[in-house]
């Protein structure tokens, strides 16, 4: 896919749950995830609202890596669901949550954060080693099933992760509900694999402020307090 170099940005990674080495189990059915026992760390006000949170902070876990990437900083994420739901980025239908939705989020992203954030409704899988190669981190639309490179889904899309990287042979990525030391940090994922899982459409996030002399972005100017967060209904799994 690129023309042989390699792109891979050293960027920090968050899971979904404060707990990455338990994330299987939680998956997996084996733990509730409102037993993790760093839930205190999200912004969560109970161990339940965490659980709740947890299972649709694909996206915000995309968005603290960005953010810890170029501004050195990473918000707890249910503050950052809350306000991504003051946003228009989830939407409440009744006893659903629908999101996350990527034009609102990509101007929250903008607004909030001090990036350049494009929703990008149709972004061919061969233009993400050209954005990765000018700094750029790309949020995408995968399968949740991206994780083990398993068996055909039966959709596309359904969950975001973050391409890092790119090779010749393989887009590299932090997925925020891989497994530990298998699919979490820098994963990769072949480009022949990548159009069983991807759903053509993702979020391109940059920073707006021109680098500084030393080569590092300038970090936006003192965001305003994080309110905090609450809810319940129903969404979409990891």
Known sequence: MTSGSEIIHQVPYYAQW???GLVREIIGGQLSAADD???????????EEYEYWSWRLC???????????????????????????????Y?????????????PFAAYASERWGLAAQSRPELPAEDLPGYLAQGRLVMISVHPAVRTLGPEPVRRGGHLV??????????????PSGFAGESQEFARV?????????AGRGIVLGPHEAPSASGAPSPPASPPA???????GAGAGA
């Not at 026992?37 to 161990?47: E, F, H, K, V, Y």
């Not at 939407?91 to 034009?103: F, P, S, Y």
């Not at 973050?162 to 997925?175: M, P, R, S, Y």
């Open 190 to 198: 072949p480009w022949t694999d990548l159009p069983r899982f991807y």
């Open 59 to 89: 996206g915000v876990a995309c968005l603290r890596m960005a953010l810890d990437f170029w501004w050195g900083m990473a918000p707890p994420p249910v503050t950052l669901a809350g306000e991504c739901l003051d946003a228009g980025a």
């Open 91 to 103: 939407v409440r239908n009744g006893e659903r949550l629908d999101g996350l939705i990527h034009a």
């Open 18 to 20: 404060e707990s990455p």
């Open 37 to 47: 026992p760093l839930w205190g760390q999200s912004g969560a006000a109970t161990p």
């Open 226 to 232: 994080s309110p905090a967060a609450s809810g319940t």
């Open 162 to 175: 973050l391409a890092v990287g790119a090779t010749a042979d393989d887009l590299v990525i932090h997925n």
